[in-house]
């Protein structure tokens, strides 16, 4: 099985925007561990063509921080399966799903293009500022 996380090559850890990562980082799982890992590019590509791309890699699984509307329904209709809200190393977070333990958040869901809001009770916050994106849980 092969999986991938967005990628920050300078910290290691699943990259906080999916329409924006310039890295993924692609491992190839088997019984239970990862075996082996790369890091790539993006290929040029961005937001829902990022999908189509790790389509043509055979990536069947998806790890990644926040993505918007959009994003998570181009994800859900190539057939990916996703995991969003993981945030921390990249690595660590594709060991545990190696082991089929329970990681990110489903409901992390960042609409960057506009004011949003959210019910009262929910710890998801984003922040946006100039040429940044991050999202807290």
């Known amino acids: 099985m092969k999986i991938a996380a967005t990628y920050d090559p300078n910290t290691g850890e699943v990259f906080q925007h999916f329409g924006r990562t310039e890295f993924f980082k692609v491992y190839e799982i088997e019984d239970g561990k990862v075996v082996s890992s790369q890091v790539i590019d993006n290929g040029g590509f961005g937001h829902h063509d990022l999908v189509t791309y790790l389509?043509?890699?055979?990536?069947?699984?998806?790890?990644?921080?926040?993505?918007?509307?959009g994003a998570k329904n181009a994800?859900?209709?190539?057939?990916?399966?996703?995991?969003?809200?993981?945030?921390?190393?990249?690595?660590?977070?594709?060991?545990?799903?190696?082991?089929?333990?329970?990681?990110?958040?489903?409901?992390a869901i960042c609409n960057h293009h506009g004011e949003h809001h959210h019910e009262e009770g929910e710890e998801h916050h984003c922040h946006h500022g100039e040429g940044e994106h991050h999202c807290h849980h």
């Open 75 to 107: 994800i859900e209709a190539a057939g990916l399966k996703e995991i969003p809200g993981v945030s921390g190393s990249a690595d660590k977070a594709a060991e545990a799903f190696a082991k089929g333990e329970k990681i990110g958040d489903p409901d």
């Open 55 to 69: 389509q043509s890699l055979n990536v069947t699984t998806l790890i990644l921080g926040g993505r918007g509307p």
